[in-house]
């Protein structure tokens, strides 16, 4: 096993008696380009596991490895972990520079990556990587305000693989895009985790998007692993009485429509 | 029956530029007594100005044409204290975030019986009325909870507090913009239920805006599918979806990603959905269409019927009926 590993996760915000913990001894691991989904509710702790991954919090307990390396808060870790670990935010415009045009947005990390960063023109490795993710490379000139969702969300995606990382932190990644933009979205990651070999870290609370993207799925509630196993495996013999119910609330057009009840009933 | 018809709605808003803008345009559906219609659409289709405009909470600047039929009136042309006993009293309607549609510093109790008050109930009966309302939407022990606040409410809770309140003055049509968007999977399937039994139960007429098919695949009987401000498709929400008359609906119906069985994401529609204030001409759909041909690139396609209560505003409906694929 040489891809994430988190072990024995405790993460707690605050202090003394208004000490909240928001995860409670989680253990996973990611392995190379494998995809883990991690899901549950609001205030179940999986954004929190995601941002220790990514090096935005700090463990309380437990520690997280990468590739062998133990991994402590973003700033204090190896050049290569740095870059090899990226995230994709759930809202791709806030997560851009507005007053950055798209170019200098893809670009700018390769300043602080010299290593990564492309032999001979910059504006054509911004304007192959733009093609990469759909998007035509005029758009390098634009500022993220001129930009629908999910191009955003693309520019993003543009951002994170200039770095050329090896694992993906995704946190609800296409929740906030329309419907039919999502679609595009989640081709466009499996088409790159394909081409690229990428590991995935993929938080999300829509189980049907996670069905389709996910090798393998961990089902959280409380800041606990309540339970994992192979998505197949999750979705279709649950073990867990949680994620029975988790499954067994969660809406699927297939069955409203084809048993004219609803599903929840 | 006809509860609400809604005839040729527009509404403008002003832009930034000073020109106004159609984000409604030309939209007519009914809301029958009894049933659900719901209204689905993407950023830009003018689902919740639809539903804004039947309830008269516009924006400033907005100007609204059409027509608003309602009782044997046209709310729209009516008085305006005609126009507010409609929207006050018997048309209702909850909101995606109950915290900022209640008032933080009133009771639950206070804001539930504040209609009820209005209709000069004695105080006792308010109180009997109000534990009745909340224990009726599932809030667990109403008589401690009646004089609690909203913050005290976790959003489930506070979302069935604002049902309850819609439902006080017992109003003939519920207007509900994504009420379960913002809520957690577990905790949508049981206010979705609720709203479901209410149905059953007293026959609410509802009129349900949603961006999520599931939702309202879930809760309606009507659907009313809209792209760029205008009527892309309705009917009845089995048919439509099962067998889509327009490729915008068929587009929609393919990317909602199954829980019940494996699926692989759909081939995507091209683009983003077509904003108002640049609206391409003749069918707005076209440059993301998979069936576009020239005809589509010039004429605007009319709303029609094409089968019994199946109406499409498609010029090659007829050929996505028939099974049609590009």
């Known amino acids: 096993m040489n891809g994430l590993e988190v072990t024995g996760l405790r993460v707690r915000y605050g202090r003394g008696r208004r000490a909240h913990e928001a995860v409670r001894g989680v253990s996973l691991e990611v392995g190379p380009g494998e995809t883990l989904a991690l899901v549950g509710e609001s205030g179940s702790g999986k954004t929190s596991v995601a941002r220790v991954v990514a090096g935005l919090a700090r463990p309380a307990e437990g520690t997280v490895a990468y590739e062998g390396t133990p991994l402590g808060p973003v700033r204090s870790r190896p050049a290569h972990v740095q870059r090899g670990i990226q995230m994709i935010f759930q809202d791709p415009r806030s997560s851009l520079n507005p007053r950055m045009r798209v170019g200098a947005i893809v670009a700018e990390a390769w300043s602080a990556h010299p290593g990564v960063a492309p032999p001979g023109d910059p504006a054509e490795a911004v304007a192959a990587l733009l093609g990469d993710v759909g998007l035509d490379p005029g758009v390098a000139g634009r500022r993220p305000g001129a930009l629908s969702g999910g191009q955003c969300q693309r520019v993003g995606i543009a951002r994170a693989l200039a770095l050329r990382p090896r694992l993906l932190v995704c946190d609800e990644a296409v929740s906030a895009l329309d419907v039919s933009v999502q679609a595009q979205i989640l081709r466009l990651l499996i088409d790159l985790r394909a081409a690229h070999g990428l590991a995935m870290l993929f938080i999300s609370h829509d189980l049907g998007v996670v069905r389709q993207i996910a090798d393998r799925t961990a089902v959280m509630r409380d800041g606990e692993l309540v339970e994992q196993g192979g998505t197949e495996e999750i979705f279709t013999a649950p073990r867990h009485p949680y994620t029975r119910e988790l499954l067994g609330a969660a809406l699927d057009l297939g069955a409203a429509l084809d048993l004219g009840e609803g599903v929840t009933g | ?326």
Not at chain 2, 73 to 79: G, M, P, R, Y
Not at chain 2, 134 to 155: C, K
Not at chain 2, 267 to 287: K, Q, T
Request: hydrophobic share 45%; aromatic share 4%; net charge positive.
């Open chain 2, 1 to 326: 029956m006809t509860l609400l018809d809604v005839r040729g709605l527009s509404v403008l808003l002003p832009s930034a530029s000073g020109a106004a803008v159609p984000v409604v345009d030309e939209v007519s559906f009914a809301v029958h007594s009894g049933s659900v219609t719901g209204l689905i659409g993407e950023s830009g289709s003018g689902k919740t100005m639809t539903a804004m405009a039947v309830i008269g909470l516009l924006p400033e600047g907005a100007s609204c044409s059409g027509e608003l039929w309602w009782a044997g009136e046209d709310l729209l042309a009516a008085d305006p204290a005609r126009r507010r006993r409609a929207r006050g009293r018997e048309i209702a309607m909850i909101f995606q975030d109950p915290l900022a549609a209640l008032n933080p510093s009133q009771t639950i109790g206070r804001q539930v019986g504040e209609i009820l008050r209005r209709d000069g109930l004695p105080r006792a009966r308010v109180r009997e009325r109000v534990l009745a309302a909340l224990e009726r939407v599932g809030v667990p022990d109403p008589a401690r909870r009646i004089g609690q606040y909203p913050h005290q409410f976790s959003g489930g809770l506070r979302q069935r507090a604002m049902i309850a309140l819609a439902l006080a003055g017992e109003p003939r049509l519920l207007l509900a913009d994504e009420p379960t968007t913002a809520l957690d999977v577990t905790v949508q399937a049981r206010v979705l239920d609720l709203l479901r039994r209410l149905r059953a139960e007293t026959g609410q007429a509802m009129l349900f805006v949603s961006h999520d098919l599931r939702v309202i695949a879930h809760v309606a009987d009507e659907v009313v599918v809209m792209y760029a401000g205008r009527v892309a498709e309705r009917g009845p929400v089995r048919q439509v979806f099962r067998a889509p008359h327009h490729p915008y609906t068929r587009a929609l119906v393919e990317s909602v990603p199954a829980v019940r069985a494996k699926s692989v994401p759909a081939e995507p529609l091209p683009g983003a959905p077509a904003s108002p204030l640049a609206r391409p001409a003749g069918c707005a759909f076209h440059p993301r269409c998979p069936l576009a041909r020239d005809r589509c690139r010039r004429e605007r396609p009319e709303v029609r019927a094409l089968a019994p209560g199946r109406h499409t505003a498609c010029h090659f409906a007829e050929e996505l009926a028939a099974g049609a694929r590009p």
